[in-house]
């Protein structure tokens, strides 16, 4: 099936260290991408998008990474904080598609 | 608050018995998903509306179905309950596929 994943990838950081988290997608005809977080008991959150004609996007204290030669997505978080501390799902849809498949995710755990 | 609204937030009902989850897609959106996720898994793809119209199906049991009205809103009938269909199940909504999917906050299902 899609995007199961029964034990979730785990990175522990200290707090005010940069995180990276992975990802990679299954698709070479997807064309956009998207990271979500996902905090204990609520529904996953828009975080960053980036499309296929772009390899680096950065928001506040986020930055998305694409690397379509090996398909490979990274989300990086500067100055991880402990309210960071979620679930990330990375995301890939194709235009004209319908079909969205999520990732497996990562929980990230940030100590204080 | 992502503007997706779902009913009930919290459901527990027994095997063999027919529940129906509802959801309100942001204002505008036309596009209407929804997903399950198992305990400490990650979201899984049951099928997405467009306008009304199906346009997506992911992995939905034939004991499952969902209708969109012409309102836009969603619904998500399970039938003949099983254990194993306990579960977060999520809707969102976009403008138009594939743009940023937005989420609700949910309906966490128990079946005893």
């Known amino acids: 099936g899609e995007s199961v994943g029964l034990h979730l990838p785990t990175l522990s950081v200290q707090e005010g260290d940069n995180s990276i988290i992975n990802c990679a997608y299954s698709n070479s005809a997807s064309d956009y991408f998207i990271w979500y977080k996902q905090e204990s008991g609520k529904g996953p959150q828009f975080i960053i998008d980036?499309?296929?004609?772009?390899d680096k996007r950065q928001g506040q204290r986020v930055t998305v990474l694409l690397n379509k030669t090996v398909k490979h997505l990274s989300l990086q978080i500067a100055a991880t904080q402990p309210g960071d501390s979620a679930v990330y799902f990375c995301a890939e849809t194709n235009t004209g598609g319908f079909k969205t498949i999520f990732g497996a995710g990562t929980r990230l755990f940030v100590k204080a | 608050d992502s503007g997706v609204t779902q009913t009930p937030k919290h459901l527990i009902t027994a095997t063999g018995q027919r529940v129906t989850l509802r959801c309100s897609p942001r204002?505008?959106?036309?596009?209407v998903y929804w997903y399950q996720q198992s305990l400490d898994q990650g979201l899984q793809f049951l099928i997405q509306?467009?306008?009304?119209?199906?346009?997506a199906k992911g992995n939905i049991l034939e004991r499952f179905s969902a209708q969109q009205f012409p309102d836009l809103h969603s619904e998500l009938n399970l039938s003949s309950l099983e254990l194993g269909d306990s579960a977060l199940y999520f809707c969102?909504?976009?403008?138009?596929?594939?743009?940023?999917?937005?989420f609700g906050p949910g309906t966490r299902l128990t079946v005893l």
């Open positions: 969102a909504s976009s403008p138009r596929p594939p743009d940023t999917q937005y």
């Open positions: 204002s505008g959106d036309l596009s």
């Open positions: 980036i499309r296929s004609n772009m």
């Open positions: 509306y467009y306008n009304g119209e199906e346009r």
